[in-house]
């Protein structure tokens, strides 16, 4: 159709020379001359598209005219409301009056009340008893021609006072409308042949380029909007956690080790080298390189000392030391084998050693706040308080399912003070949770080997509808700290959560699985709102 009414606007102009008034064309399967309004909207799509090829020229004229409601579609079709009401009514002195029940059931209710009115009006009923009767033979139904004309011409030859009173008894509304008169353009033809968009390959090859027309670049067009870059609900959530540490006038911690020895991971953190978790079931091993570089050997071989035969007011495990286990390499199954190395750091100056924690972060290049920890001044025994934390991956050899993945974001922090108690550490997670958003808290006691006593958080999760675990928490034992130089009345508190499961809960999903991995929908990353907390 498009290509037909093209050719008929290129074959008219090779004859006439020129299109005066789109309205006078006869578009194809039409016999009348297009002169209703959709007939020229019609009509502008195959302008605009020769226009686009400068194969015509044309200008617009705006017009305006009425079209008939469908209040006014059914006068032009039956009558006025008027002349309904007088047609029904039966003539003075030949019939019983119609009763004003009798003619709502004959002509309609809402007909009857509008009409009643006007054909008292133009004294063409009158009343009789308790009826209406016609007082003329004939009528001339005014409003019923006045429709038709409008229907036909789109206005009055009455003018403007006559169609102001119809569209105030809603019968007409005005609409705006367009006819168009045509000219040749500097490229004119009558071949409706499309210009070439591309040069492709096979034009290059066959030379047909060199005699093809192409369409001209439309440098004032808009583009495609280019997409924006988004951020992954996991990264809004992090960054919110990472400000609350902030807040609370923690540093962060460098945490870029994703490898790390079975000695920091594990043997540091007073975790028996026979523990299930060091199985290659749960614990990725690597097989090139294989073994770690030797820790500080005082600090190792008090550790394996305390394993091996106890000390610092415990009886270790009594179980054989493997060197080859405590140097094996390992994607670290969580940050605190980075927790374990910065508190031996940060006990230094316990040791009677110069490097400090403060040093090492400043040098991993993290972020350390206003309150870096060690900003008070140390005791005789050279310690000072801390608080640290860090967000970062860890990897665990597990079943995936709606709640697990093999690859996360562990959130960890400790704090190192003198005379902490566990009562500190449930208040600070309520206050950190708190923070988050979540306050609905559940604390169930556990076992750790590296913390005692030892506490699991758990959260309500309003979608699953049940307490999902999101943390763990203790205080981390002697014989973890002590080793590293720490004094005796040194508390730590050490707790980690899940990055996942907080951003599960805040974003209502149930499957971490389509929160990371190939199941993600961009879109709605992209849609994700600004977490808040």
Request: hydrophobic share 35%; proline share 6%.
């Amino acid at each position: 159709m498009a290509e037909a009414i093209q050719q008929l606007i290129l074959d008219t102009l090779d004859k006439e020379g020129e299109i005066k008034d789109t309205r006078t064309l006869v578009l194809p399967g039409y016999k009348e001359p297009a002169a209703t309004h959709d007939s020229q909207i019609i009509i502008l799509g195959a302008l605009n598209s020769l226009s686009s090829r400068d194969m015509i020229t044309y200008t617009t004229h705006e017009t305006v005219s009425h079209v008939l409601t469908q209040e006014g579609a059914q006068i032009a079709l039956q009558g006025s409301h008027e002349a309904r009401v007088w047609a029904a009514c039966p003539k003075k002195g030949e019939g019983a009056p119609i009763t004003p029940k009798q003619l709502q059931e004959k002509v309609g209710a809402e007909t009857a009340k509008i009409g009643q009115g006007q054909a008292f009006k133009n004294k063409w009923i009158g009343k009789e008893g308790d009826g209406f009767v016609k007082l003329v033979d004939s009528i001339t139904d005014t409003t019923q021609l006045q429709m038709r004309e409008v229907d036909s011409t789109g206005t009055l030859k009455a003018g403007e006072k006559a169609l102001a009173d119809l569209r105030k008894r809603k019968l007409i509304v005005q609409r705006k409308g367009q006819w168009f008169s045509v000219r040749k353009g500097p490229h004119f033809s009558t071949s409706t042949a499309k210009p070439e968009t591309d040069l492709t390959v096979d034009m290059l090859a066959s030379g047909s380029w060199k005699t093809a027309t192409y369409k001209k670049y439309n440098f004032e067009a808009d583009g495609i909007p280019p997409n924006g870059g988004a951020l992954h609900p996991l990264l809004k959530v992090r960054e919110e956690i990472r400000n609350i540490f902030l807040e609370m006038g923690f540093a962060e911690m460098p945490t870029s080790s994703f490898v790390e020895s079975g000695f920091w991971c594990f043997d540091a953190l007073f975790v028996p080298q026979q523990h299930p978790a060091r199985e290659v079931q749960d614990t990725f091993y690597l097989s090139d390189p294989a073994r770690s570089l030797p820790p500080p050997k005082d600090y190792y071989e008090r550790v394996s000392k305390v394993h091996e035969q106890g000390g610092y007011g415990s009886t270790g495990y009594r179980a054989p030391w493997s060197h080859e286990e405590s140097r094996k390499l390992l994607l670290r199954t969580h940050t605190t084998a980075s927790s374990a190395s910065m508190l031996y750091k940060l006990a230094a100056r316990c040791r009677g050693e110069e490097e400090d924690v403060d040093e090492a972060v400043k040098r991993e290049g993290a972020h350390a706040s206003s309150t870096v920890p060690g900003t008070g001044k140390p005791g005789p025994d050279g310690f000072r308080p801390a608080k640290l934390f860090s967000i970062d991956r860890v990897f665990r050899n597990e079943t995936m399912d709606a709640t697990h993945l093999a690859e996360f974001h562990q959130v960890e922090g400790v704090v190192a003070d003198r005379g902490l108690t566990l009562a500190d550490l449930i208040g600070f997670m309520r206050v950190f949770f708190k923070k988050m958003g979540i306050e609905n808290l559940r604390f169930k006691p556990a076992y750790n080997p590296y913390t005692e006593p030892s506490l699991e958080i758990f959260a309500f999760h309003p979608q699953l509808k049940k307490w999902v675990e999101v943390g763990n928490s203790g205080m981390f034992r002697p014989e973890m700290l002590e080793p590293m130089g720490f004094p005796k009345d040194v508390h730590v508190h050490g707790w980690g959560i899940s990055l996942e499961r907080p951003t599960m809960i805040r974003y209502g999903i149930n499957n971490i699985r389509t929160l990371v991995g190939h199941k993600v929908s961009l879109e709605s990353v992209e849609r994700s709102p600004a977490v808040r907390f």
